[in-house]
T-cell receptor, first 118, second 108 residues
Framework: KAGVTQTPRYLIKTRGQQVTLSCSPISGHRSVSWYQQTPGQGLQFLFEYFSETQRNKGNFPGRFSGRQFSNSRSEMNVSTLELGDSALYLC?????????????????FGPGTRLTVL | GENVEQHPSTLSVQEGDSAVIKCTYSDSASNYFPWYKQELGKRPQLIIDIRSNVGEKKDQRIAVTLNKTAKHFSLHITETQPEDSAVYFCAAMNDMRFGAGTRLTVKP
């Protein structure tokens, strides 16, 4: 099976712009989670989508949003970019058989999108 | 929110020695604890995981132990090799919380 893919791999934006990142999960996986990775903060959970619905959400401002399509592909959008949004954005897919307060699925990560905000 | 604390943040060992990384969590409802290895410039890769119905799991040179009462779990790597050098992340997946990572360096 092909692994998790993310596009684009690299992105440079300026403050105030918005950006959309895309993630294609492993075939058969119905859950997609998004993470922000920065050197100082490690892996921070943004949100999880399952069956086109946001099932879980981390502590990020409303500028960060996402959606999932019927084929399980997911997009993440960041509006009004700030310098502090510069990071590696990783998505991870899983079967989605568990969720909410009993998450026990194995997640497989994509290669990430490196976003630089100038 | 709930946290996962990971220690140490950096670890340097001699090739052939053992390495131990420890994590503590606060959400007692967590049932699944994976460990990921991330090499420089690459994606995190799952190396081992444990679920709350077992106390220990081993896969060749890697083992993970879980103490649900104390809410901590540990990664043990024996007979370390230079290719084990990477950043290791633990997670308590009930609320998708990851530890801050441990940078392991294995000196040849």
């Amino acid at each position: 099976k092909a692994g998790v893919t993310q596009t684009p791999r690299y992105l440079i934006k300026t403050r105030g712009q918005q950006v959309t990142l895309s993630c294609s999960p492993i075939s058969g996986h119905r859950s997609v989670s998004w993470y922000q990775q920065t050197p100082g903060q490690g892996l921070q959970f943004l949100f999880e989508y399952f069956s086109e619905t946001q099932r879980n959400k981390g502590n990020f401002p409303g500028r960060f949003s996402g959606r999932q399509f019927s084929n399980s592909r997911s997009e993440m959008n960041v509006s009004t970019l700030e310098l502090g949004d510069s990071a590696l954005y990783l998505c991870a897919s899983s079967l989605g058989t568990s969720g909410g307060s009993s998450y026990t699925d194995t997640q497989y990560f994509g290669p990430g999108t490196r976003l630089t905000v100038l | 929110g709930e946290n996962v604390e990971q220690h140490p943040s950096t670890l340097s060992v001699q090739e052939g020695d053992s390495a131990v990384i420890k994590c503590t969590y606060s959400d007692s409802a967590s049932n699944y604890f994976p460990w990921y290895k991330q090499e420089l410039g690459k994606r995190p890769q799952l190396i081992i995981d444990i679920r709350s119905n077992v106390g220990e799991k081993k896969d060749q040179r890697i083992a993970v132990t879980l103490n649900k009462t104390a809410k901590h779990f540990s990664l043990h790597i024996t007979e370390t090799q230079p290719e084990d050098s990477a950043v290791y992340f633990c997670a308590a997946m009930n609320d998708m919380r990851f530890g801050a990572g441990t940078r392991l360096t294995v000196k040849p």
